[in-house]
């Protein structure tokens, strides 16, 4: 058989993501800080980038269709108000003279008479005065440093402040400490118990019962009742009350007081003192009720980058070119900043559309409540806006919208459906979650509900499910089974 070469044809079909491409989609499922970073970035980067300081928001307005509720003219206040400010530049009309700084001239007619004519050098600002908080080992270690004056002691101070966990705990014990710097066993543990009473109280403690009796101990209610709550904090996790009221030899307004105690403690004392504030979430998505009783929805002008293509910059840059690299490095950086610009106002349009179609069918849900919430899935969305299940997801993805009810993940109105009994209307799984803890909540000590009484109420209400479904959603909210909340209500708080 000869080999030689030959030509074949053959067609096929393939997905080439270019850079573009994967730009574009990067943007559309990052969060609005994410872009926000990524354009100033480009800014940076790209010389024909910049920054478009004029506000004008997308509106769209929801079950209206044919109509836009558009937002007011920005230049409406400014016209109205046009008559009644002063001009640009004008002097205010309360304006000391003798406090005013004149660049030329320092302050009143005292330049010249030393120092600098300005503060331009001067870097500093009103944050560099601001106090620095201390971390909790900063903290401890100027207390260690007043508390202990031995350098034998010291150093052990030293040492558990090293090895003490972010929660405040210290699980390593005396033996081990002792072995580790050479020194008694009688010496460390003097010097631990000096350190649980140090601010915040109840640090380097081995576990938990130790925390809370050093904490009940510094406020002098560490009785041996007390002693004996600590010692049975599992029957307490239990909801035992009958078991503790027995263990403690207390009645049930004794031990109410007593659990109410402990609720004051703090079981990680360490936990909270480096704790960094959550960030605020900052909604993509403006809702508001239109005056017809429709909703309008903006995007947020405040985190919606702008950007522009400075376009007179690139002809005459083109002009001024010397070589082919110049031009080249320019026409690239010219379909950057076009593709950059596009591909923010098409994720723009994106989710403003993506967000009036959940808007549009959970509306029963922003006028009634969470027992209206639909069931819904990306599917119905994505046949609604025409596109693909997957660009729906990446939509919703770390992306908020501000509601009446709260500023909310758009992911949240996606929930599983939950069928309904006699082939009635299906029904959302968060709606049901809701419908449980309102019937646990209404419960009363004498007919605490098993999760087979809330089966049979759900399913006169019409919701065909499983006893195993509202154990898991059960527990998922958190709420103890029947038997604990029977032990718990027997005992009047």
């Known amino acids: 058989m000869a080999l030689g070469p030959r030509l074949d044809l053959r067609q096929s079909q393939s997905l080439v993501m270019t850079p573009q491409l994967r730009q574009a989609i990067k943007l559309l499922q990052s969060s609005n ?13 790209n010389p024909l980038l910049e920054r478009d300081e004029r506000a004008e928001p997308r509106t769209v307005a929801d079950e209206r269709p044919g109509e836009s509720a558009s937002p007011e003219p920005a230049d409406a206040h400014a016209a109205a108000t046009a008559d009644t400010m002063p001009a640009e530049g004008a ?30 050098d001067d870097l500093s600002t009103i944050e560099d005065l601001a106090d620095r908080r201390l971390t909790l080992r900063e903290h401890l270690g100027e207390q260690i440093r007043l508390t202990f004056f031995d350098p ?15 929660a405040g705990r210290l699980p390593v014990g005396d033996a081990a400490i002792a072995a580790a710097l050479g020194c008694g066993e009688a010496q460390v543990a003097s010097v631990r118990a000096r350190m649980q009473r140090l601010d915040p109280c109840g640090m380097f ?11 009940l101990a510094d406020r002098n209610r560490l009785d041996p009742c007390m002693e004996a ?43 909270s003192f480096d704790a960094a504030p959550a960030p605020a979430v900052v909604p993509d998505v403006l809702m508001r009720r239109t005056p017809d009783g429709g909703w309008a929805l903006e995007l947020n002008p405040e985190t919606l980058p702008r950007v522009l293509v400075n376009r007179g910059f690139h002809a005459r840059a083109v002009v001024g070119a010397r070589n082919k690299d110049d031009r080249a490095f320019l026409a690239d950086r010219l379909q950057s900043a076009t593709w950059l610009v596009k591909s923010l106002e098409q994720r723009a349009s994106t989710i403003l559309k993506v967000a009036a179609e959940i808007v549009r069918r959970q509306d029963g849900f922003f006028r009634h409540g969470v027992a209206h919430l639909r069931p819904l899935i990306l599917r119905d969305v994505a046949d609604a806006v025409s596109m693909h299940e997957s660009t729906v997801s990446r939509v919703t993805a770390n992306k908020y919208i501000a509601t009446p009810r709260g500023t909310m993940e758009l992911k949240f109105f996606f929930t599983t459906a939950i069928a309904g009994t006699a082939g009635g209307e299906s029904h959302s799984a968060e709606s049901v979650r809701f419908r449980i803890r309102e019937m646990i909540g209404q419960e009363s000590a004498d007919d605490v509900l098993s999760d087979d009484a ?23 909210l958190r709420i103890p089974s029947s038997v604990q909340r029977k032990r718990e209500k027997a005992v009047p708080a």
């Open 33 to 45: 800080m994410e872009v926000t970073a990524f354009v100033e970035e480009e800014l940076e980067r």
């Open 91 to 120: 002097a205010p009309l309360d304006a000391e003279w003798d406090n005013v700084y004149e660049a030329e001239g320092g302050f009143g007619s005292g330049a010249g008479r030393g120092g600098g004519r300005d503060f331009d």
């Open 152 to 166: 034998r002691e010291r150093m052990i101070a030293a040492q558990m402040l090293a090895s003490v966990d972010p």
């Open 205 to 215: 403690c081995r576990d938990l019962r130790e925390c809370l009796a050093v904490q």
């Open 229 to 271: 709550l600590l010692d049975n904090l599992e029957m307490l996790a239990r909801r035992d009350l009958r078991g503790l009221m027995k263990a403690c030899g207390v009645d049930p307004e004794d031990l109410s007081e007593m659990i109410a105690e402990l609720k004051r403690l703090d079981p990680k004392p360490g936990a």
């Open 454 to 476: 809330i089966v049979e109420r759900l399913r006169k209400e019409g919701v065909d499910i499983a006893r195993r479904t509202v154990a898991k959603y059960r527990e998922a």
